[in-house]
């Protein structure tokens, strides 16, 4: 038996976060626009190692290894995107609108238990993925041990011999600097798409 099939994720042990701590998570993420101090370039070569590692993770479908490289108070967060005019001055995400994962540790968890029960019909025969993460650019924050981080990621699935799909967007994210890394706090995903030709959002970002 693989780990994979083995690993039942506890996600009862992580808290579920509140409506109220959601939206204040989003609105953090919002106000991330990369106006802090640049890390320094040691920093900034730890954080893209992280990021190169966990890429290869999720490539290789090692979730027991990604899922413990994300923090106990985690926000993982991907809203609709619309199409407006420029007139419109409504802001272009809001933190109480719809969203497409709208997630914490405990959401992340049953996803992945869900993944290794072999009873998900569209993973199996299993997605082929090819993840690269680009432009990576890291700024301090009012904490020495977190860091805003900014990047761009191109997601290439395959799936059988015809189902195939390549996913771009922009990343916001918090790191934590913990013993021997970095942890995921938060993350807000952007997809340019307002309408996801897709066939399913199975996947990790």
């Known amino acids: 038996m693989t780990a994979t099939a083995e690993r039942k994720p506890d996600y009862a042990t992580y808290p579920r976060l509140t409506m109220a701590q959601a939206r204040a998570a989003a609105a953090q993420l919002l ?83 869900r993944l290794a029960s072999n009873l998900v019909w569209s993973e199996d025969p299993p997605t082929r993925h090819v993840y690269v993460v680009s432009n990576v650019e890291a700024f301090s924050t009012e904490l020495p041990t977190e860091f805003e981080v900014h990047s761009s990621f191109v997601q290439h699935r395959n799936r059988s011999e015809h189902d195939e799909a390549t996913l771009m967007g922009r990343r916001r994210d918090l790191l934590r600097r913990v013993e021997g890394g970095f942890q995921l706090a938060r993350r807000l995903i952007l997809l340019p798409q307002s309408v996801l030709l897709t066939k399913n959002l199975s996947a990790f970002f």
């Open 31 to 113: 106000a991330m626009r990369g106006d802090g101090a640049a890390v320094d370039d040691p920093t900034l070569l730890a954080i893209e190692r992280f990021y190169r590692l966990e890429a290869r993770l999720l490539d290789e479908e090692r979730h027991d290894e990604w899922y413990g490289l994300l923090a106990d108070d985690l926000f993982y967060w991907m809203p609709l995107r619309e199409n407006r005019f420029r007139r419109d001055p409504r802001p272009p995400l809001d933190p109480a609108a719809m969203a497409l994962f709208d997630e914490c540790k405990a959401d992340i968890a049953v996803r992945l238990g």
